[in-house]
């Protein structure tokens, strides 16, 4: 099947994927096959009348594995232009997976790990998460996630924030972890270390940018919001 019969197959199945809230200003998807199809046509001719690749119109389910769609959508913009536009889908989330988000603490130390990003080739001092697993609660996936990745078990769980996504969504959770518990790292996660950071230096490595990551930074501002450290 090719990528544009895949993507109106994946229409009829999960139409909630391509709802048009039907409000000024949105970024309208186009959901008739008639114009999806000659809109892409009209928009390759001038792409490649512009030496452009007319690769860049493609419409449809571009890729897929367990883990996401990656779809290009022919939309309408709020000034009337058409054009694609490309979209990352959970399905994990969409299926009932919660993500989690997860900030270790223990007296005034959170806890840091080393861990390679494939998507930016390079390494990440960051909170430990990870995709939800359908069927599980999101504190269940947090857990799961906690005792596999740095082999620790919280001695209470604070829910900061769930973002629906789905049936799922993400979660962000404060994590007390008990004075003394080790913890060890998955190597297998591409984890390559970690350790305990006191609040004013983790202040300070934010300040500096020496942390960047974006969901540690969520969970860190949500905690301090609603004053769980």
């Known amino acids: 099947m090719d990528s544009l019969n895949e993507y109106f197959s994946l229409m009829e199945e999960r139409p909630d994927l391509f709802r048009n809230i039907g409000e000024r200003g949105e970024i309208k998807i186009i959901l008739d096959r008639r114009r999806v199809i000659a809109e892409q046509s009209r928009i390759r001719e001038k792409l490649r009348s512009e030496g452009k690749s007319e690769h860049w119109i493609d419409i449809g389910v571009l890729s897929e594995d367990q883990w996401f769609w990656v779809v290009r959508d022919l939309v309408e913009f709020p000034d009337g232009r058409v054009g694609g536009y490309i979209r990352f889908i959970n399905r994990k989330s969409q299926e009932g997976g919660y993500n989690v988000v997860l900030m270790c603490a223990r007296q005034n130390q959170v806890l840091m790990i080393k861990k390679f990003r494939h998507e930016e080739r390079g ?68 984890i390559s270390d970690g350790r305990w950071v006191a609040f004013k230096e983790f202040d300070q490595l934010i300040a500096d940018g020496k942390v960047a990551d974006y969901y540690t930074l969520w969970a860190y501002t949500l905690a301090k919001i609603k004053k769980a450290i």
Not at 125 to 146: H, K, M, S, V, Y
Not at 152 to 179: C, H, N, Q
Request: proline share 7%; glycine share 14%.
């Open 123 to 190: 390494w990440s001092w960051e909170f430990p998460r990870g995709f939800g697993e359908p069927g599980l609660t999101a504190e269940e996936n947090a857990r799961q996630e906690l005792e596999e990745e740095v082999g620790l078990k919280p001695s209470r769980l604070i829910e900061l924030t769930t973002v629906k996504e789905g049936d799922g969504g993400t979660s962000v959770f404060y994590a007390e972890i008990p004075e003394g518990q080790p913890f060890g790292l998955d190597k297998g996660e591409a």
